[in-house]
């Protein structure tokens, strides 16, 4: 069933987005790192919206900005965030808000839906001072002295610094009421291509793949690479770069259907270009939404090493930094949204794992959670030139709005 | 034939030797960077002592210290460095200034000898500053412009700012004056375990490698390492990865005896942990006594890049940073060091070329060049553990004299 009688208003929906897309320009996206002067005021620009959709806005103590809703009946929690990666995209937060807040326009107003959406923008998604601060702050999952050791990724600031220079020092923070909310749900682009290349307009989230992070070490012999013959080498460099390939051959046969896995930085020791490296370091990740797939992938990966260490001159060791076990989206939202996009999408959607990071894991903690993406072009994701065209923002929009509808009038 | 009636003083060149290791000691070794305080004792150390030879010592205008003979006759100039690289062993140059000295004390008073061995401690070899800047400045292969724009890669201190600081500025700089030296020779620790390995005690240089440097960066595609499908990945460091194996697999089948290379600094850019690595950079050294098996190498290099660029989704280019051309070392030097070994080391003696750079390399360039190795245990270099047997250094100081004497007496 559809309920027909929603109008989202698709030319406001956009009217917003350009609007902070606005602030804090970047080319054709934003610049707009936690607490900078571009991202408090997207956090203004939301708080004035909000009263529109009868929410009371309020910006809390660790830049939170939550609409609270008065109205009686059951409440649904929707948001993303408003500030972004550096020279990022216009889209990656700020839709999920706009689409947050079209909902709460359209559906709190009506006097045949006896409950109300309420809106919010977590703040530090993007993790410049952490990981997930301001939803984890909601959630009752941050300490005091979390925020006192946390700093700007790159300037250093300190989070309370920062939290003093922008005005929010001593404010509190807005706490998770236990049983206000039926659940939360967001929506975002999807930085893949998954959707694009299918012709699909709506991904629904099944889960939210957790994320293995793991350092690994090769200690060989650092010397003269002038004066020491390649037979007697101890290249940990070279120790390394075959361990990639190694994983590169045999993971593709204990993986899952849609692990992936990246090294993203190597480090030579000393780094000289006439000294053999003693030392080669790599920051190495493994994201699914399975955890028994993630172990096989971490058994294979300290087999490995045993079998480096053993046969070659160079000894490996694996090191787990961080894990972050899958969040599984609720299915009665999966269904919510399944339904919508029948009715707004031509059924043009599929069920996907997020092989990114939201607020709505934190959230999925607390109460039942649920996503939906929209299509990103050529899968652009954390660059300026993240994209999604018009039609298929609106289209988002329509189904989006339509399953906080379904979720709240079941 | 051994000149028997030489006297090498081993308690003398030995004492010496600890007499510098005395003078900016670390640990069991030293630390002298170029013009820091301990190194210009160091030079004033070895100017006091240069008469005891019958020569002028001076010290000019870029550091290098020279020791003048006013006798007639042939005169062959020795020498090696006083200088060290940082926190480095205690052998490295002042190893070869000291036999020098030895050789210029136990010839030069010598009635029985036509002619005299000078000698030189050139500034810099280590390259605090630039690229043997002391010897390219005495073969005058240095411009004014050149020191302008040469600075410590450490401190960033101009080379002209610690010349004013440790009052050589405006001294005239010693130049070379043709025709005035029959040659050069220089003795210097084997920084490798050919000799120690093979229980011998001389290594006579019959070249030095020229080295190649080369940067070789892919290019693929920056993109989230949560989202982005491992099937539509154009992972540059992955490249860069294999790239490394495949030059460990085919290189040993072009190259010759003793060619070595060497990836030193690995770098991908944008080096975070949840992005794929858009671009990846290593800096590859090649080196050989050989320029045609350096340029079968390069094009071997050169193919294998192109077969990257055709076959896989990452691009590669290859970039040139410097070529070096090996310097062949004379035979009439190598034979009289060969001599001298079989007189004083019972002809535990190997032809071998030297894997790293020295001021011989540079003297080449002008006059007949040799070089004598004396062996290095366990082949340690650049780093404060470095050292040779005192009995092997003994023996050396003989070989090294007898050699000097050979030549000077032919």
Redesign the interface.
Known sequence: MSDTHLHVDGARVLADLHALRSIGAYKTGVHKPTFSDAHMRSLEWLAQRLPEAGLMAAIDGIGNVIGTSMKSGPKLLAGSHLESQNFAGWLDGPLGVVYALEAARVINPDPNVNGSVEVAAWCDEEGHFGHFLGSRSYVGDLAETDIDAAKDRNSGRTMREALREVGLEGRPRAIAERGRHIGYIEAHI?????LESAGLSVGIVTSI?G?W?YRITFSGE?????????A?RK?A??A???F??AI?DRF?RACGP???????????DP???????GRAEM?F?I?DDDTGVIERLENLLRSMAAEVSAQSRCSVTVELLRTGAPAVMDTTFQHAIEAASCARAGGRSIRMP????HDAQVLATIMPAGMMFVPSIG?????WTENTGDADIVTGAEVFVDACWRLLVP
């Open positions: 999807e930085q893949g291509e998954t793949v994320i992070q650092q010397n003269h690479a002038g004066t020491t013959r390649m007697v290249d460099g070279l390394l770069a075959r990639c390939v590169d593709p849609r692990t992936v896995w990246t090294t993203g930085r190597i480090t030579l780094g000289a270009p006439s000294i053999i490296p920051l990740q994201r997020s092989g990114a990071g899968g652009v994701s954390h660059h």
